[in-house]
């Protein structure tokens, strides 16, 4: 039985990322940058005015106050080409180019306008209100580093740098397998002994979000024939292949019978943590299968700790694995030492309180949790108020 840390590391040194692509900046959430995105322009691209107001140069405001300019002229956003002339005031409004020869701003509110003359009783400070060419980014530095995940704030500078598309790496393929005689569709008919698929939606909808399309194989039952003949195509076509229960050793196991018929070169299957302890890896040629166990629990779970890594180390994500983060027990934590524990535990004013049914066929305890509580494998628990490595699922 391996390691926990060993075995993601085993997956995840054999990820190289998958090739480029360009998308358009409206399709790009959640996509990963295939490389530095480097400005281009100036950001901002021209000094302009933060306010309504008026645009004057700092130097005309000599002596005491107050000081009256005329107004010698008008700059609205998207105008260009102003000049002020020297001992003049031009009206402003927020994001107009600052007409040449002006140099600050001060806002209409503590401006006295009467006719064509405008009134100022304290001097403006040199620049004030004037946001500069270049002052959030320049010309030529990196915007955005190679393996960040675009998210929607991500997007909005990208599109202020003018950039129509980015270069991001493709999305990974996976195709979904679940096996079981006793599975059918949520909401079909049941017979006597039937569960619904529960797995098959939730492991999709979690790859999704790591960023793979998805396709979810038809289901096929504890049968060598049958789920062989599933591989085959699944394999010859995707980047990840991920395959739910019958990985384990009972006598209708067949999963891990049926990947070594097809070639694929399992690696390990095992891992010493709980639950999850059934866990096959393997790989045929490029395509890496990971070998999920049935429980809904654990199914999840290995998704999360070593799917979903796998997949964004594929799209070169730079932060492809979570971080923990350390949180407070509400109570005490009992373990027998062997296995890293994950415990389900929902975080109520800022303390981990451990959900009462840990079965790893409970699927209440992932719905209704916030954090994964990890108690080390040589560790006999914890106490009550003790400070304990926890992952968050919203970052799984
Ligand atoms: P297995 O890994 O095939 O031995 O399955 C372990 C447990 O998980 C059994 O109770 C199965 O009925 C259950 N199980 C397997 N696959 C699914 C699934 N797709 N949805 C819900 N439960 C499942
Ligand atoms: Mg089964």
Not at 99 to 111: H, I, L, N, R, T
Not at 265 to 276: L, S
Not at 314 to 328: M, S, Y
Request: a neutral charge; hydrophobic letters at 45%.
């Amino acid at each position: 039985m391996l390691d926990f840390e060993l075995a993601r590391q085993r997956i995840l040194a054999e990820v190289k990322p998958l090739a480029r692509e360009f998308v358009s900046v409206d399709e790009a959430d959640g996509r990963v940058l295939s490389e530095d995105l480097r400005s281009s322009v100036d950001l901002p691209p021209f000094d302009y005015s933060a306010m309504d107001g008026y645009a004057l140069r700092a130097a005309d405001f000599g002596g005491t106050g107050p000081w009256q300019l005329p107004v010698s002229a008008e700059q609205r956003a998207g105008g260009s080409g102003l000049a002020l002339a020297a001992g003049t005031a031009a009206r402003i409004f927020t994001g107009a180019p600052l007409p040449d020869g002006a140099d600050s701003v001060v806002m209409q509110e503590d401006a006295e306008r009467a006719g064509s003359d405008v009134t100022f009783r304290v001097a403006p400070k040199r620049g004030q209100h004037v946001r500069r060419r270049g002052e959030d980014l320049a010309s030529g530095a990196i915007a955005l580093g190679r393996g960040t995940r675009l998210n929607p704030f991500r997007l909005g500078l990208a599109a202020a740098l003018d950039c129509a598309t980015l270069p991001v790496t493709r999305r990974p393929r996976v195709a979904l397998l679940c096996t079981g005689d006793e599975l059918r569709d949520a909401g079909s008919a049941a017979r006597p002994g039937s569960i619904p698929d529960s797995n098959g939606p939730s492991l999709a909808a979690l790859a999704r979000r790591a960023g793979a399309d998805v396709r979810r194989l038809p289901r096929t039952g504890d049968d060598l024939a049958e789920t062989r003949k599933a591989l085959q195509s699944a394999l010859a076509e995707c980047d990840v292949l991920l395959t739910v229960g019958g990985v384990s050793v009972g006598d209708h196991d067949v999963v891990k019978a049926a990947l070594a018929a097809e070639g694929v070169n399992i690696d390990f299957w095992k891992v010493k943590i709980k639950p999850g302890k059934p866990l096959a890896f393997g790989k045929r040629e490029s395509a890496f299968v990971l070998g999920l166990p049935g429980n809904p629990v654990s199914a999840q779970l290995t998704l999360c700790l070593f799917g979903l890594p796998l997949l964004r180390a594929l799209q070169g994500d730079n932060a492809a694995v979570p971080r923990a983060v350390e949180v407070k027990l509400a109570s005490a934590i009992a373990q027998k030492p062997g296995r890293l524990g994950f415990y389900r535990a929902r975080l109520v004013d800022g303390v981990a309180v451990v959900h009462e049914n840990q079965a790893s066929g409970a699927p209440t305890s992932m719905a209704q949790a916030d954090l994964l509580v990890m108690i080390p494998e040589d560790s006999g628990g914890a106490a009550a108020g003790a400070t304990v490595s926890a992952l968050r699922l919203d970052d799984l």
